[in-house]
């Protein structure tokens, strides 16, 4: 009786709910994930086949594309057609407002400025004469639309910002008092809202390379690049998982894992937030196995491959950063 109640919970049936909403947002979208994973792991310069031209197309769509479709996703769940127009426009004030991709933006953005949109038709469509709906409708979703992209622009600089510094200091944290298994609770938000890169090269790859000189290894190089919280995940996801998402992971873990290319994943989390938790306590697990077996690299692997992280193993850490992946 008591697994019933907690089962029907009014809380437990809000966070399905919003998870349902997230789900609805990025699932429709995983396929183009897929195919941006298998294009960057085979045209960037580290690639299998590295061309310059077509690998201009990673960056683009990353950036602009993905946050594009999830915001025009979001709004349609919400309201059709035009709550996906005005949730597009929206979005690219958040894009444009940041310097890294801004997809969980366009999950704020998105939803908020449909909303809006569809509480106005709400409040005015009865009201509307005759021959005037193509007017209103067309002013009406370009004013609100506007405002929200000025809005979604204004504010989306300084919230990551703040973002960065909290991430920082907790990183800067963990590293002064050696408690390096810690650093999941940072780096696994992070990376989910490509904040990852940030903390990566700005923070972490800094301290590894004055490491490497004296202990000829870092562990700093293993905390972002280290794939394996994200494979077990998406393992996870393939065996116990529920429609698209269980038939796309087992595509997403070799493009991770066998490529690199560890943003195929986020999506996946988006989708289901409770799993950031799943990855941040494999992560946590694995930098705790390299600290007391002795893991390392020898530098930045680049892409967080399989192969490029054995590529950069030193002998002395093969075990080591084998059983913590």
């Given at each position: 009786?008591?697994?019933?109640?907690?089962?029907?919970?009014p809380a437990l049936a809000k966070i399905r709910k919003f998870g349902g909403v997230m789900s609805g947002m990025v699932m429709p979208n995983l396929g183009a994930f897929v195919g941006w994973g298998l294009?960057?792991?085979?045209?960037?310069?580290?690639?299998?086949?590295?061309?310059?031209?077509?690998?201009?197309?990673?960056?683009?769509?990353?950036?602009?594309?993905?946050?594009?479709?999830?915001?025009?996703?979001?709004?349609?769940?919400?309201?059709?057609?035009?709550?996906?127009?005005?949730?597009?426009?929206?979005?690219?004030?958040?894009?444009?407002?940041?310097?890294?991709?801004?997809?969980?933006?366009?999950?704020?953005?998105?939803?908020?400025?449909?909303?809006?949109?569809?509480?106005?038709?709400?409040?005015?469509?009865?009201?509307?004469?005759?021959?005037?709906?193509?007017?209103?409708?067309?002013?009406?979703?370009?004013?609100?639309?506007?405002?929200?992209?000025?809005?979604?622009?204004?504010?989306?600089?300084?919230?990551?910002?703040?973002?960065?510094?909290?991430?920082?200091?907790?990183?800067?944290?963990?590293?002064?008092?050696?408690?390096?298994?810690?650093?999941?609770?940072?780096?696994?938000?992070?990376?989910?809202?490509?904040?990852?890169?940030?903390?990566?090269?700005?923070?972490?790859?800094?301290?590894?390379?004055?490491?490497?000189?004296?202990?000829?290894?870092?562990?700093?190089?293993?905390?972002?690049?280290?794939?394996?919280?994200?494979?077990?995940?998406?393992?996870?996801?393939?065996?116990?998982?529920?429609?698209?998402?269980?038939?796309?992971?087992?595509?997403?873990?070799?493009?991770?894992?066998?490529?690199?290319?560890?943003?195929?994943?986020?999506?996946?989390?988006?989708?289901?937030?409770?799993?950031?938790?799943?990855?941040?306590?494999?992560?946590?697990?694995?930098?705790?196995?390299?600290?007391?077996?002795?893991?390392?690299?020898?530098?930045?692997?680049?892409?967080?491959?399989?192969?490029?992280?054995?590529?950069?193993?030193?002998?002395?850490?093969?075990?080591?950063?084998?059983?913590?992946?």
């Amino acid at each position: 009786m008591g697994n019933s109640k907690i089962a029907n919970s009014p809380a437990l049936a809000k966070i399905r709910k919003f998870g349902g909403v997230m789900s609805g947002m990025v699932m429709p979208n995983l396929g183009a994930f897929v195919g941006w994973g298998l294009m960057a792991a085979i045209f960037i310069p580290n690639g299998w086949f590295p061309n310059e031209k077509l690998g201009q197309m990673v960056g683009p769509i990353l950036n602009y594309l993905f946050p594009l479709l999830i915001g025009y996703t979001a709004g349609y769940n919400i309201h059709g057609q035009r709550g996906g127009v005005i949730a597009a426009f929206a979005t690219m004030g958040v894009i444009v407002g940041s310097e890294i991709t801004m997809i969980s933006g366009a999950m704020v953005m998105g939803p908020l400025s449909s909303w809006l949109l569809k509480k106005f038709d709400q409040k005015v469509q009865h009201r509307i004469k005759p021959g005037f709906e193509m007017f209103v409708n067309n002013f009406s979703l370009g004013i609100i639309g506007l405002l929200c992209a000025i809005f979604a622009y204004m504010t989306v600089g300084p919230v990551i910002r703040v973002l960065i510094v909290i991430i920082t200091s907790g990183v800067n944290w963990c590293t002064s008092h050696n408690l390096l298994p810690l650093l999941s609770v940072f780096m696994a938000p992070a990376q989910v809202l490509f904040l990852n890169n940030v903390v990566n090269h700005g923070i972490l790859a800094p301290i590894g390379f004055a490491q490497v000189p004296e202990l000829g290894k870092s562990i700093m190089f293993l905390v972002d690049t280290n794939n394996g919280p994200l494979l077990g995940t998406l393992m996870a996801i393939a065996l116990f998982g529920r429609s698209r998402a269980k038939k796309t992971a087992p595509m997403a873990m070799f493009i991770a894992g066998i490529a690199g290319i560890g943003e195929v994943y986020f999506p996946f989390v988006l989708a289901n937030p409770l799993l950031v938790f799943a990855t941040m306590g494999g992560l946590a697990v694995s930098l705790f196995l390299q600290v007391i077996m002795g893991g390392g690299l020898i530098g930045v692997a680049s892409p967080g491959s399989l192969i490029a992280i054995a590529m950069m193993t030193p002998k002395s850490a093969i075990i080591a950063n084998l059983v913590s992946i």
